[in-house]
């Protein structure tokens, strides 16, 4: 057993599936099912199982992984301590963002980093789904959940706060639901989870009620929420952060204060794989984003 067949078995797991192992260490599927045997016949044990879609550890696999791992992490370190000798900070850190967080919070802050680290790398999704890190070659997400999943490491960024909102002239010509059954009957204006029923969750006085709505304007798109909300189309359900400004001005009016409201959950967290590897470019990303977050009033 040495070190390209531990390297290999690594690729093999975190790419979920032969395949994909094959691309990405630029050899046949047959090849590396070869050597994935080879490699079982010299441990003397089986190390994943297959199946038609993808490839899951065995105990002594799973324990090889972590070995291997270890061993790949500790070679990317030294590389990377080599190659930063006498150079400004250099790196790659692949960031998966909430599209309306990302693009209405998370985008300045973004601006800044790279003009801090212009050497760093930034490449950056705008998705909301909330995918494999393994698989997805992700560094970095942020996603909003009431519990994040324990196979991950997890950094609270802060509450999120919904609002039900409406524009000051809708508020004066239909009035702002009163209660969680009047927003059930309004022309909702918010984004859902795809193949979802709609549910919003209330907290008051740590007693939680949910609802099933059927929003009449729905996406993903954010600013173009915010755009529906002060044209007067209907009662916003969306986090603060949309409209917060609009609010401090006057122009959008908020109703069921008195309740935490909620779609997708009510934590903003930060995500990253606990045995991957993490380059100074991540260290570095994740800490100035724990900065921000904490350091800005009203976010997440």
Known sequence: MDLGSLTMLVEILEAGNLSQA????????????????QLEKSAGAQLVRRTTRRVEPTEVGLRLYKHGLAIQNELLAARETVSNLGRTLQGRVRLSVPSGYGQMVMADWLIEFKRLYPGIVLHVQFENRVEDLMRDEIDVAIRVMTEPPQALVARELGPMRYVACASREYA???????????????????????GRETRVSAYLDR???????????????????????????GVGL??????QDAVERGEVLTTLDEYRLSIFGTQMYLLYMPHRHQTRAMRTFVDFVLDKARGTPGTP
């Not at 094959?22 to 045997?37: C, G, I, W």
């Not at 004066?172 to 795809?194: F, M, N, Q, V, Y």
């Not at 969306?238 to 409209?243: A, G, L, S």
């Open 22 to 37: 094959a691309r990405k260490l630029k050899m046949t599927r047959a090849n590396v099912s070869y050597h994935l045997n």
């Open 207 to 233: 007693v939680r009620q949910e609802i099933a709505v059927e929003p009449t304007l729905i996406s993903e798109h954010f600013p173009f929420l915010r755009q529906a909300i002060l044209a007067g189309l």
């Open 238 to 243: 969306v986090p603060d952060y949309v409209v």
């Open 172 to 194: 004066a010509a239909h009035g702002l639901p009163k209660t969680l059954e009047e927003l059930r009957t309004a022309p909702l204006i918010t984004s859902l989870i795809a």
